[in-house]
Nanobody
Framework: QVQLVESGGGLVQAGGSLRLSCAASGRTFSSYTMGWFRQAPGKEREFVATITGSGGSTYYADSAKGRFTISRDIVKNTVYLQMNSLKAEDTAVYYC?????????????????WGQGTQVTVSS
């Protein structure tokens, strides 16, 4: 069982930056592939970024490429999402997710554990 707790959301002006954190419980954190997803009001949950257990591979949605960076700290059992050059369309609840296995996946259904979400609001 893995428990995930996100933090770092908030209100920021367009062009600004935020860093989201996701603290994970469990002694096998390094064996999980971690992902960030987001869900805006009235829209489906969508993939943002993912990082494999070893941290060796990262993948991003086109909307995140060049602006967002996913990383993980194995010692701290934490995964991060650094978001720069934020836009109004990035406004959403951001969720951290974990899946057993070492292969990256981009569908919400492929993830086994979810955090409660953290709100990111970008004002234009």
């Amino acid at each position: 069982q893995v428990q995930l707790v996100e933090s770092g959301g908030g209100l920021v002006q367009a062009g600004g930056s935020l860093r989201l954190s996701c603290a994970a419980s469990g002694r096998t954190f390094s064996s999980y592939t971690m992902g960030w997803f987001r869900q805006a009001p009235g829209k489906e949950r969508e993939f943002v970024a993912t990082i494999t257990g070893s941290g060796g591979s990262t993948y991003y949605a086109d909307s995140a490429k060049g602006r967002f960076t996913i990383s993980r700290d194995i010692v701290k059992n934490t995964v991060y999402l650094q978001m720069n050059s934020l836009k109004a369309e990035d406004t959403a609840v951001y969720y951290c997710a974990a899946r057993s296995g070492r292969f990256a996946r981009m569908l919400p259904a492929d993830y086994d554990y979810w955090g409660q979400g953290t709100q990111v609001t970008v004002s234009s």
